[in-house]
């Protein structure tokens, strides 16, 4: 089995009146370094891929144009991973007036700044089938929103026509937000569908870790999962490495 190493980026920064209303999600020295302005603890892209190149593995990034301001440091920013083999595609903020302009906008608009799209991820994981027609229609190569459990299948497979989908396995929003695990059981939660996916000869298997989450209180699992996946001797991908083997076997 391979594993997918997927990270959203919902958010870069945030002021220190936020993260001090949330402290008990950080640790007392990171609450310290915030406070000095030393360390920004929602922009973590940089840390991630330091810790997945410590592996030697590369993930995707799903980026939004329209929750935050791309500004010339973040693209610098991703463009900089980019170069280092890190994939980085549209995050897709799905609005139900004029979705499809509005997606076409985001489209555009990411193809402007940090280059072509051929994947997405839909914020929130929204999915329905008119999104799938607007996919369909810009030529979208693959889409990473929906979870195993909603298509009963943990591999990559076609949606509607053209669209392949990349199922995802487990969400650390779902691991802490929706089943409320701490962070021991969280890593046997995980661990467990890790293995089961295996039992059943999944041929892939796909985590999402949001990058804001990496110093958080629950994502700092992610440093566990990624010594797991090691240690277990599974080889890690990126979303377009998926693309390729797919397409390859047809």
Known sequence: MKVVLTHDVDSISKPF???WERRKRFST?????AFLGVKNLYNNVEDI????????????????VFLFELNDEV?????????????????????PIQFSGLFRMQKEFFEKVLGKVIGVRVHMLMFNNEILKVLERERIVYDSSLRIE????PNPHTVGESVLEIPIGVMDADVFG?????????????YWKMDRAEKAKAKYFTILFHQESFRMKGGRIYKDVLKAISNRGYEALKCSDVVKEVLMKR
């Open 49 to 64: 891929v330091a810790l997945e190149d410590h592996y030697g593995y590369r993930s995707t990034f799903f980026v939004p």
């Open 75 to 95: 693209i610098d920013m991703f463009k900089g991973i980019m170069r280092q083999g890190w994939e980085v595609q549209l995050h897709f903020v799905y609005e």
């Open 17 to 19: 009146k936020h993260i």
């Open 178 to 190: 929706r089943l409320k695990l701490s962070e021991s059981d969280a890593l046997k939660y995980v």
């Open 150 to 153: 909603s298509v009963n299948n």
């Open 29 to 33: 020295k990171d609450l310290i370094l």
